[in-house]
């Protein structure tokens, strides 16, 4: 009756043995596929990437709010920002940002955490205003940036003093700044600086009085008195 009872025990064991190295195998694989499916190649970017603070013209409005884009071109194998803009803080208020595209805005996690859509950042002492970006799950990509120019925000700002600005006009200059970083997967949690990159500066011009008035008249001349004409300055 023992050697009968050890017997089946020991068959027994075996058997459960099986079951859990089936088991632990299929998790392995399981697990395996799971990372497979957020693998990243970290491959650097193709070539240039390029920044710009563009232009804008405006006239001294009664709203106070000028709004400028940033963009941006051939983005791609990007992972992470740290980008630095500096605007005239003297005379000039920062008041909101807006993200336009979708690919900064993505909270996704993978094996190597959640992704940290884009921050912009307002130091008003020093005037300055700091992008903040980080792709964790798959590569920084914008497939309509290859080649093309594209907004990725906009900034808007007013002049201090409004509406009792005295001088002919403001201009709010935009310059990047030297220590903005562009950054490429390096594999688990680390990145890689990126050099190849252009850094245009824009700025924003708003003119308040100016030195030559064209006005224009449509119809020049009326049949009756009372007849009206559009006047454009």
Known sequence: MKKFTGKFLNGGSRSALRILRAIALGLVALLWTHTVS???TCEPPT???YFYADNLDACYDGDN???????????????????LLDYDEVYWKF???????????????????????MRIVDNSTSGQLN???????????IPSSVGNKVAFAELTFSLKNFPNNTLPSYINNLSWLTGSKVLYC???????????VTYTNGKITTNISYTTVNVSVTP??????????LVTV
């Open 38 to 40: 957020y693998a990243q």
């Open 47 to 49: 070539g240039t990437v």
């Open 65 to 83: 709010l000028y709004t400028v884009t940033v963009s941006l071109k051939d983005f791609h194998n990007v992972d992470s920002l740290n980008l």
């Open 95 to 117: 008041e909101s940002a807006k993200v336009l595209l979708t690919e900064f805005k993505s909270t996704s996690s993978g094996p190597n955490g959640a992704n940290k859509p």
């Open 131 to 141: 992008f903040l970006w980080t792709e964790k799950v798959t590569r920084g990509r």
């Open 186 to 196: 390096g594999g688990g949690l680390n990145y890689n600086v990126w050099n190849n």
């Open 220 to 229: 020049q001349v009326l049949d009756c008195p009372g007849d009206k004409a």
